[in-house]
């Protein structure tokens, strides 16, 4: 009898350990919510079928790397903001300690610098028309960051071609959120680079989501790692033609299968520091590159996703079959970054140097338009001379009217003074018409007195003398209607 209760105790041990390798381990350490949005019917234009095999397809991976995942499809405007309301009510019922993540597979625009969800009911006549019938992304990652969450991931696959008619001015693809620009905590990645178009492709899957399925899956990548394989898959699969982006402000380590290491890393922000552009200089990148086999530096630059590696690969490796097409990817990252920039500072100077450098770009049209709405801005002189000391010792001088005014200490500006001092001279005026009635008013005793004059006087001689009195309390006018009342008695 003791040999086969042995058997089973190493039975039961085995199952127990292989359950371990095959289950999350994070799962009593963290919550993990997940919102999984796939467009396919659009009622105004095509289809896109993988969109809804996407969602499918994540809603899958998500629940067996311990997400409790809600899916929905083909969601109207109303339907989307409700679906995004209610999973924001779900992360804040969850605790801080929450992982809350986002797959949107469907169309997705930019207009005047803004990007926008698009549900299936977007019917636009014209580009005015998306922010009303759209579902602006900034209000997803805002609507999510304003709560205490371990961290918000956020998978876009949303950057297919623009297929509304009317929408000829907007700009291809999505523009750059910066994620660091925001609360920190945030994790976001597009299917293709910004200002370009991501493919549905050819399979049951987007190129996208056919990479994030399989690599995803392997255990123990840290997330910045897992986004990484994918763009070099994707940069496989389309020959060069789609090349993910994402950016990070991520506190935290976070893995889809395998213990995570904690949450904080050994160095804070050090994982938002891995993707952050520009950490290593064009100088190092030539360091890097130099003798390399032309396919393993391409995957390395690919990999990096920066300007410094690519433009480090476009000098190194001119005659290499796939540097025409990182040149292509080169230009469209620089001018996005400009478009980023001028977008964010938003004033005239910033987007006359946008047009000064990109006017014939795809963006330069909404550049314009832009630039009409803050052209009549205050950039002149007035700002500069109301900072400047003048002004206030102006402001200072004595405002009596019969005192004789100082010279100021320093010149005072032509175009502020006489607006001043117009302004000092109307005052007094103001101030004798309010305080002379009160003090010249006659107390009401001399009125009874006036009716009833004591005997022995002459009645002409007292009506007089109040007559005068009251004309000069109240005005010429009044003065002469209640001396003419008078001199009736």
Same mark, same amino acid.
């Given at each position: 009898?003791?040999?086969? /209760? ?18 999350? #381990? ?39 790397? &311990? ?21 924001? *009510? ?8 929450? +992982? ?5 597979? %469907? ?5 005047? %610098? ?9 019917? !636009? ?27 918000? +991931? ?30 920190? *905590? ?14 549905? *492709?050819? &399979?049951?899957?987007?190129?996208y989501t056919t990479a994030a ?30 090349? !993910? ?15 995570? =290491?904690?949450?904080? $890393? ?6 938002s520091m891995a993707l952050a552009?520009?950490?290593? =200089? ?14 393993? @530096?391409?995957?390395?630059? +690919? ?8 433009q480090a690969y476009i000098e ?6 796939? #540097? ?13 970054? @400009? ?46 001379? @109301?900072?400047? !000391? ?10 009596? !009217?019969?005192? @004789? ?6 010149? /005072? ?40 004059? $004591? ?11 109040? *007559?005068?009195?009251?004309? +000069? &309390? ?9 001396? %003419? ?5």
């Amino acid at each position: 009898m003791r040999r086969p /209760v042995f058997s089973n105790l190493l039975l039961a041990s085995g199952l127990i350990a292989f359950a371990q390798l095959v289950t999350p #381990t994070h799962a009593a350490a963290e919550a993990r919510l997940a919102l999984v949005i796939g467009q396919s019917a659009y009622r105004t234009v095509p289809e896109l079928p993988n969109a809804a095999n996407d969602a499918k397809g994540m809603t899958e991976l998500l629940g067996n790397a &311990g997400f409790t995942v809600t899916t929905a499809a083909n969601l109207a405007q109303n339907e989307m903001r409700a679906a995004i309301s209610d999973f924001a *009510g779900k992360v804040s019922a969850s605790g801080a300690d929450t +992982i809350a993540l986002v797959f949107y597979a %469907g169309h997705g625009l930019q207009i005047d %610098g803004e990007n926008y969800l698009v549900p299936v009911d977007l019917d !636009p006549k014209r580009e005015a028309d998306i922010p009303l019938q759209g579902v602006r992304l900034n209000d997803l990652l805002n609507t999510l960051g304003a709560l205490p969450t371990r961290a918000r +991931i956020f998978m876009l696959d949303a950057c297919r071609n623009n297929p509304f008619p009317a929408l000829s001015g907007a700009g291809h693809g999505l523009a750059i959120v910066d994620t660091k620009a925001g609360a920190p *905590g945030s994790f976001i990645s597009y299917s293709t680079s910004p200002g370009a178009e991501a493919e549905d *492709g050819s &399979g049951i899957d987007s190129p996208y989501t056919t990479a994030a399925l399989t690599i995803a899956k392997q255990p123990n990548l840290p997330i910045e790692e897992v986004f990484k394989r994918i763009r070099v898959a994707v940069a496989q699969s389309t020959d060069g033609r789609q090349i !993910p982006w994402e950016s990070s402000s991520l506190t935290t380590d976070f893995k889809f299968f395998g213990e995570s =290491s904690g949450r904080q $890393p050994s160095l804070p922000g050090a994982d938002s520091m891995a993707l952050a552009s520009g950490t290593r =200089s064009l100088e190092d990148w030539r360091k890097e590159l130099q003798g390399k086999p032309a396919m393993v @530096a391409y995957e390395l630059v +690919i990999t990096d996703d920066t300007v410094p590696a690519y433009q480090a690969y476009i000098e190194l490796y001119a005659q290499d079959t796939r #540097t025409s097409r990182l040149r292509t990817v080169l230009e469209r990252r620089r001018q996005m970054l @400009a478009w980023e920039r001028a977008t964010a500072i938003n004033t005239r100077a910033s987007f006359e140097a946008y047009l000064a450098n990109w006017d014939n770009s795809d963006l330069a049209a909404t550049a314009r338009r832009l630039l009409l709405r803050v052209q009549n801005r205050n950039y002149g002189p007035p700002v500069v001379a @109301a900072a400047s !000391p003048a002004p206030v010792a102006v402001a200072m001088a004595p405002t009596c !009217p019969c005192s @004789a005014p100082q010279a100021p200490a320093t010149p /005072v500006n032509p175009s502020v003074a006489p607006i001043i001092k117009k302004r000092v001279d109307d005052t007094p005026p103001k101030r004798k018409v309010v305080e002379t009635p009160p003090k010249r008013r006659p107390p009401p005793d001399e009125v009874i007195y006036e009716r009833e004059p $004591p005997p022995g006087l002459p009645p002409g001689a007292v009506m007089q003398g109040i *007559g005068v009195g009251i004309g +000069i &309390g109240m005005g010429g006018h009044g003065g002469d209607h209640y001396r %003419g009342d008078y001199r009736r008695y």
